[in-house]
T-cell receptor
Framework: AQSVTQPDIHITVSEGASLELRCNYS??????LFWYVQSPGQGLQLLLK??????LVQGIKGFEAEFKRSQSSFNLRKPSVHWSDAAEYFC????????????FGAGTILRVKS | SQTIHQWPATLVQPVGSPLSLECTVE??????LYWYRQAAGRGLQLLFY??????ISSEVPQNLSASRPQDRQFILSSKKLLLSDSGFYLC???????????FGPGTRLLVL
């Protein structure tokens, strides 16, 4: 069965420091991978997605993610975190069959220290 | 451009009361539509999805039902709410070719 694991429930980084959020997936076919961000009480906003091609994808707000097939990973990175990046981040794998469903990880809550 | 609306934004309901949450999408035709629930401290659980009018697929057995009376309207309902129905309900849409899901602002439901 398809699954997504985000091993870190909470991460705290200092403002200006680099960030890496981990995501591992389990899916038998070529995965479609997504990162979403959710601010408190809000819906989810798409940060970036990987469908095919270059394994390093750029997203909004200065985020990037790298797809590593050998490690079944799709980690999210940002070189310098801003206080406004504090939010919850979700990794998801797309099941591109009937209905195009998404399977989400449990999420990682990012706290930013000033 | 496409937009997605959900209402109400917040709802407090007694146990045993009915529920109706509405989601509408503008600016696209024949979208795939989805209902997710996000319980406190947990990830997103897909409840229902629809690929067309009147076509509903249920992912988990539960106290809820969904309907799609119009192309861009998706409704989540319950005849009798349970305490465990509390949570944050998110509607999303996608277009088959693009495959990315876009989420609405959500409805926070508290069942007391």
């Amino acid at each position: 069965a398809q699954s997504v694991t985000q091993p870190d429930i909470h991460i705290t980084v200092s403002e200006g420091a680099s960030l890496e959020l981990r995501c591992n997936y389990s899916y038998g076919a070529t995965p479609y991978l997504f990162w979403y961000v959710q601010s408190p009480g809000q819906g989810l906003q798409l940060l970036l997605k990987y469908f095919s091609g270059d394994t390093l994808v750029q997203g909004i707000k200065g985020f990037e993610a790298e797809f590593k097939r050998s490690q079944s990973s799709f980690n999210l990175r940002k070189p310098s975190v801003h206080w406004s990046d504090a939010a919850e981040y979700f990794c998801a794998v797309g099941i591109m069959e009937y209905g195009n469903k998404l399977v989400f990880g449990a999420g990682t809550i990012l706290r930013v220290k000033s | 451009s496409q937009t997605i609306h959900q209402w109400p934004a917040t709802l407090v309901q007694p146990v045993g009361s009915p529920l109706s949450l509405e989601c509408t999408v503008e600016g696209t035709s024949n979208p795939n539509l989805y209902w997710y629930r996000q319980a406190a401290g947990r990830g997103l659980q897909l409840l229902f999805y629809s690929v067309g009018i009147g076509q509903i697929s249920s992912e988990v057995p539960q106290n809820l039902s969904a309907s799609r009376p119009q192309d861009r309207q998706f409704i989540l309902s319950s005849k009798k709410l349970l305490l465990s129905d509390s949570g944050f309900y998110l509607c999303a849409w996608s277009v088959l070719v693009q495959e990315t899901q876009y989420f609405g602002p959500g409805t926070r439901l508290l069942v007391l």
